[in-house]
């Protein structure tokens, strides 16, 4: 198992999750501090677990595992919101690693965001986006996750998606990197997704990214998003 997701891994995850729309809430868990569980029964299928590791990974499990015997209290806060809610869709904030499970309850829709970048967090909100219960309470830059206040998401990253020629050609023009440190980092592609970029529009990893073909590597960068979806 990856021990982190990549944005590219989240938009996966987060339309296959929304295959479970429409499942109900049975309970919360934390198996240890950084990890939530929250036990599913979707309809006409068998219970399961949805795993939340706050910094790292999202993931549905069918494993028994031990629960603590006291939960504790963002567990019960998470109980308390989310006990007999519908889950009602799965997203992905922007192209960033953070996936929104939004819920209706009695009390009004909740949305619980799962950051799983370094230091992420989970975070409960309710339908004003205001946060009922952060895991941990911490402050950056620009957003404070603490009780009372908006949830703000991280600085958006840039979505490779949304790229066209000229975008492409402005991060080959303006970077001061090789064309696959550029494509991995500017372009937001990581490096697996940079090396089959450079591969399939036959340019040399290591490369001046201003000798690069823009055309080409634009052509080659559709065709592997496309592969991807």
Do not use: W
């Amino acid at each position: 198992m990856k021990k982190a997701m990549s944005g590219f891994d989240l938009r996966a995850i987060a339309r296959e999750l929304n295959e479970l729309a429409g499942a109900y809430v049975k309970k919360a868990y934390m198996p240890h501090y950084e990890q939530v569980v929250l036990r599913l029964n979707p309809k006409g299928a068998d219970q399961s677990d949805l795993v939340l590791v706050r910094g790292e990974r999202i993931y549905t499990s069918q494993r028994d595992r031990p629960m603590p015997m006291t939960p504790p209290p963002f567990a019960m806060v998470l109980r308390k919101h989310l006990r007999n809610a519908r889950l009602t869709a799965v997203n992905q904030v922007g192209f960033d690693r953070v996936l929104s499970f939004h819920f209706d309850t009695k009390g009004g829709e909740r949305t619980l965001y799962v950051e799983v970048f370094r230091d992420g967090n989970i975070i409960l909100a309710d339908e004003n986006g205001i946060i009922v219960q952060p895991l941990t309470h911490a402050s950056y830059a620009g957003r404070t996750l603490k009780k009372g206040v908006e949830y703000v998401p991280p600085p958006a990253a840039l979505d490779p998606y949304s790229l066209d020629l000229d975008a492409v050609k402005s991060l080959l023009e303006e970077s001061d990197r090789d064309l696959v440190s550029t494509l991995g980092g500017k372009a937001n592609l990581g490096g697996t997704h940079a090396n089959a970029v450079c591969e399939l529009a036959q340019h040399e990893p290591n490369m001046d990214p201003l000798e690069a073909d823009p055309e080409s590597i634009y052509g080659a960068l559709k065709s592997l998003l496309e592969d991807l979806d």
